[in-house]
């Protein structure tokens, strides 16, 4: 038990103590000269670091010292190893950063050592196929190019995230979750092994069978136990096309229960995901992809203004020459589902372009100018036998559009999470996904507040509240607390074991303090 540990049981009194969660800025920690003295195959950066100051949110921003651009595992090793030694007095923190597409800071180091993960890619990839193929990719990798490597032999990952520039250490630090996890579970169902530098500088290499506490601590661990540095995913057989559709419901009972009957039946589509538009014009392309339904003129004449809609989003993997056969289990399945008639779209697309589909989207925004503003996103696994109560408040009451970007929504069986991870999530059987991801653009001058980000904000505040006031058993995905009380709410009875992980793995609490789970403090001299 860490309660009788000394040292820790001091980190912790300290924290409830001081409200630590609220002020994320570190006592002045001093980067000391003798980091640029240790022998690396990288190098240290310590100006010009603005770049590694911000992420996806578009919130947050802490300066760190110095950012370190790692050439090779030792390298990570050595430096965490060196501020490890100097102990708990130096203040000084360190933070892996994938892509950077965090929302609330949580891949900053304020004042400490950021790792920028992606130059550890050149990594070798090594594949192997077989009965149960899989391939060992760096932590830093984007996920995009693991899929690029894969396809060259026939194989691609099993579960995906909805957009692919997002680092594979990044994705398994939450969850990784998509229109494929009702059947594959997410993406730390989908790992066997990895190799983690820990906040001791130590590099172990971890699974099911060995060193299987960190393996489960790392898998949704928010990057509290250590730094995963390479990844060992399971693969199978790529198809080279799919069947993308799309249909719309006006019922959200009728819609939901299309929903759970596909994700429980045993020959169904292969990714399943759903969408709520409200008042929207445009409705059956959103940002978010690139769809392009084979009767653009039909999809035109469908709009929700004034009213609620519901897309249900299905695709179904094939091969040229399965073409025929699929194309009758596809209609099969369509007969059971009670959509609004006449509002089936349906396009046909390679397997890289239905993956990669988020990215044509941002390539679109990025060059309005509209990508790189607040993403004041919120992401919550809402308890099947809740989801009718939820949705009739949020959908009914609190949101009057879906403007300002798109929310998912969309089952998952429990099933196929390992309760062994780290990730929290609700108690039933079937949760759902849903993720409101809200973009912010300054309305005007950006001299002015910004009141897009203000009103979103709001409405966040509002959805989270009612689900504590209404019980609905609701757990944040890419979670944001600020308070430690939240925290040890929001992992329930998983909190002792993560703090448990947290002293074994990184016992002065230097790693990833952008969560503001643990605060790192020089203590104080009793
Ligand atoms: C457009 C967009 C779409 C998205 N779609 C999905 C989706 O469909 N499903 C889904 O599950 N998520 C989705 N996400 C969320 C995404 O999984 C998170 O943003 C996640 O943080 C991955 O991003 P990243 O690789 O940039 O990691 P970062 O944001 O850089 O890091 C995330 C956290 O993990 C830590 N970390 C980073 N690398 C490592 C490592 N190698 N070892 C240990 N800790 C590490 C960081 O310190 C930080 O605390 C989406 C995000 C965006 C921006
Ligand atoms: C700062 O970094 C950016 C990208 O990270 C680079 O384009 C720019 O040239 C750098 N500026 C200086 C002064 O080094
Ligand atoms: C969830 O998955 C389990 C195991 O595959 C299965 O027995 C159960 O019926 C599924 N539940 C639902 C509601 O689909
Ligand atoms: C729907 O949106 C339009 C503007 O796009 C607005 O004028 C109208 O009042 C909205 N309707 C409802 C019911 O909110
Ligand atoms: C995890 O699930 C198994 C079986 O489903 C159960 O026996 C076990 O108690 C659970 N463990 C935890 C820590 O919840």
């Given at each position: ?170 994705t398994l630090s939450n969850a990784g979750v998509s229109g494929q996890a009702f059947r594959h579970g ?189 993403h004041p996103w919120l992401n919550l696994l809402i308890p099947r036998s809740k989801i009718h109560e ?66 979103a904000l709001k409405k966040n505040k509002e959805i989270l509240e009612f689900c504590h006031s209404a ?56």
């Open positions: 038990m860490y309660t009788h540990n000394l040292p820790f049981l001091k980190l912790f009194m300290l924290l409830s103590l001081s409200g630590f969660a609220m002020h994320i800025s570190n006592p002045d920690p001093i980067v000391p000269a003798s980091l640029q003295s240790l022998n690396l195959n990288g190098h240290f950066q310590f100006q010009n670091l603005t770049d590694f100051s911000q992420d996806f949110g578009n919130r947050f921003s802490y300066q760190p010292s110095s950012v370190m651009f790692p050439a090779s595992i030792s390298d990570i090793s050595a430096t965490i190893k060196h501020v490890y030694e100097l102990g708990a007095q130096s203040g000084l923190t360190v933070a892996a950063r994938g892509h950077g597409h965090s929302l609330q800071g949580q891949a900053q180091a304020p004042g400490g050592i950021v790792i920028r993960m992606e130059s550890l890619r050149g990594t070798e990839t090594r594949l192997h196929a077989g009965e149960s193929p899989y391939v060992d990719v760096s932590g830093g990798e984007l996920w995009i190019n693991v899929l690029k490597e894969t396809l060259k032999h026939g194989l691609a990952p099993k579960s995906w995230t909805d957009y692919l520039h997002l680092t594979v250490g990044g997410p993406q730390i169902s989908n790992v066997h092994e990895l190799v983690i530098v820990t906040g001791t500088g130590d590099t172990v290499k971890c699974s099911a069978k060995e060193n299987s506490d960190l393996f489960y601590g790392a898998l949704g661990g928010l990057g509290q136990f250590g730094i995963i540095t390479r990844a060992r995913i399971a693969l199978e057989p790529a198809p080279k096309m799919v069947k993308w559709i799309r249909v719309l419901y006006s019922d959200f009972t009728t819609f939901t229960e299309d929903q759970e009957m596909l994700i429980s039946m045993e020959k169904t589509f292969d990714y399943i995901e759903g969408f709520v538009i409200i008042n929207r014009t445009g409705l059956v392309n959103n940002w978010r992809s690139s769809f392009k339904p084979q009767d653009p003129v039909l999809a035109s004449q469908f709009n929700s203004e004034g009213r609620k809609l519901f897309c249900l989003e299905m695709t179904k993997n094939y091969n040229p020459e399965d073409a025929e056969t699929i194309e009758l289990e596809v209609m099969e399945l369509l007969s059971r589902l009670r959509y609004v008639s006449s509002t089936l779209f349906q396009s046909e697309v390679t397997y890289m372009e239905f993956l990669d589909r988020v990215h044509v989207s941002e390539v679109k925004l990025r060059s309005q100018g509209l990508w790189e503003v607040p939820f949705a009739k408040e949020v959908f009914g009451k609190i949101l009057t559009d879906t403007r300002n970007g798109p929310i998912l929504l969309y089952p998952v069986n429990r099933s196929m999470w390992d309760n062994r991870t780290s990730v929290v999530i609700p108690e039933e059987e079937v949760f759902y996904l849903v993720a409101f991801l809200s973009s912010a653009p300054s309305p005007s001058s950006s001299l002015a507040k910004n009141e897009n980000l203000e009103i019980n609905i058993g609701m757990k944040q995905y890419l979670p944001h607390h600020s308070t430690q009380e939240e925290w040890r709410a929001h992992f329930g009875d998983k909190w002792e074991t993560f703090c448990r992980r947290k002293q074994a793995y990184d016992p002065l609490a230097m790693l990833a303090p952008g969560q503001r789970i643990f605060h790192k403090a020089p203590l104080p001299l009793l």
